[in-house]
């Protein structure tokens, strides 16, 4: 059989099934920037690729998934973390104006060059340990202009780098100064202006929303929502970071791809996505930067079987976080997570929080070839480490 490369002596985590999918004697073949095969050597049809990789027992996993990023960004939050530091909250930097708006005034401010190029050294960091996709959402704008402007920045990361790029629109991350008190009057315009111009565009593959307490209650949420499934794209939320406000519950009675952050979900909130099969996007950089003590109720979401991504959250605030070999650690050590469910995380479930488990996530035939080769004796050593990137070659699309 033709193909264009083959890579042999390679042992494999495919990701397929529940586990890691463990081949020790495998290899992969890729034809037209997709999976031939992936599996054991034995067996495996007989190829004739134009060129051949010896990986000498390295390991392979499917190229890893950053399902929820603000990687689209401009400034930063050094100030307000030494802020924090001295004792201040984040909310109460919040409502002095500063948080989520200081960063929206200096996104409004950055031209698209601007935008694109202050994001390329956080998207090169992920890149450099294995990234192949990365979510990017937008929300810093908070005015139509802006948030087509980040959106746009957004789909040239995907142009000036090899690596797959899904757009979230989250006009609903915080509300514009220029509407203080009257947060209904900017939900209008994030649902009957704002997204059906980026659905028309073609700018968003999703949409999100913040709701807490010092986001959008859940009423304005559905508000969103209602307006996602006119456009006809799928939504996802930032739930129960900080409070419980039931959005996971409100995202998956309309069938969200995730329900993010989950800290304070309840078990009515665990069924809920149970029944709909909607991702829990957990962001453990988040957790552990803004020192919460209230984990996520992990044992409830594995007992209903609810599929557990993990993510990096890479935002100014409350995750500036750039690595998901440490994403993996922190899932591991906060979370208590096994190597099996962090690897997932990253992978096949981050795959299905983007409703791309069709294309990307597992090493099997016909998914695009996006694989990470790492040197490693054991899967294990990803989740392990902290601070050493063991990754020796990087495929995205076949190349
Ligand atoms: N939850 C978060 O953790 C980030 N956004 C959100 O909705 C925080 C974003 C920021 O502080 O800039
Ligand atoms: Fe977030």
Redo the contacts with the bound molecule.
């Keep these: 059989m033709r193909c264009d490369t083959l890579w042999r002596e390679a042992r494999l985590a495919t990701m397929t099934g529940d586990g890691l999918g463990i081949v020790e004697r495998g290899l992969v073949a890729a034809a037209g920037g997709i999976i031939a095969y992936a599996g054991p050597a034995a067996g495996a049809p007989a190829f004739d690729p134009r060129e051949t990789i010896a990986c000498a027992g390295r390991w392979i996993t499917p190229g890893l998934i950053d399902c929820h990023t603000?990687l689209i960004h401009a400034g930063d939050r050094a100030r307000e973390f030494e802020m924090r530091l001295d004792g201040a909250s984040y909310e109460d930097i919040a409502r002095a104006g500063g948080?989520?708006v200081s960063?929206m005034r200096a996104t409004r401010a950055a031209s698209e060059d601007e935008l694109v190029a202050s994001a390329l050294p956080r998207l090169d960091a992920l890149i450099a340990e294995g990234a192949t996709t990365v979510e990017v959402k937008s929300g810093y704008g908070l005015d139509l202009d802006s948030e087509l402007r980040m959106l746009r920045a957004a789909r040239r990361l995907g142009e000036e780098r090899p690596v797959g790029i899904a757009a979230t629109f989250l006009g609903a991350?915080a509300l514009p100064p220029e509407y203080a008190g009257d947060a209904d009057a900017y939900i209008a315009v994030v649902a009957d202006t704002m997204l059906p111009e980026i659905a028309r565009l073609g700018l968003a593959d999703a949409v999100d929303a913040?709701c807490e307490g010092i986001?959008f209650t859940a009423e304005q949420t559905q508000n969103v929502f209602d307006a996602a499934k006119r456009a006809g794209l799928p939504v996802k939320l930032?739930a129960e970071?900080l409070s419980n406000q039931h959005g996971a519950a409100l995202a998956a009675r309309y069938g969200a791809l995730s329900a993010d952050?989950l800290e304070y979900l309840d078990e009515a909130g665990v069924a809920a996505m149970a029944a709909s099969n909607t991702v829990a996007t957990l962001l453990p950089g988040?957790y552990y930067f803004m020192r919460e003590t209230k984990l996520p109720p992990i044992d409830a979401l594995r007992a209903a079987g609810v599929p557990i991504a993990l993510a990096t959250?890479c935002?100014?605030?409350?995750?500036p976080l750039t690595s998901l070999l440490l994403v993996m650690n922190m899932g591991a050590t906060l979370f208590r997570l096994t190597v099996a469910e962090c690897l997932a995380g990253v992978t096949r479930n981050a795959a299905r929080a983007l409703g791309l488990e069709g294309q990307i996530g597992t090493l099997e035939a016909g998914k695009r070839c996006d694989l990470a080769i790492w040197d490693i004796e054991h899967p294990a050593e990803l989740v392990y480490r902290m601070g050493l990137n063991p990754l020796h070659a990087r495929i995205w699309s076949g190349q």
Excluded at 315 to 319: A, D, E, H, V
């Design positions: 603000h948080g989520i960063t991350h913040f986001g930032h970071q952050h988040a959250d935002n100014p605030g409350t995750s």
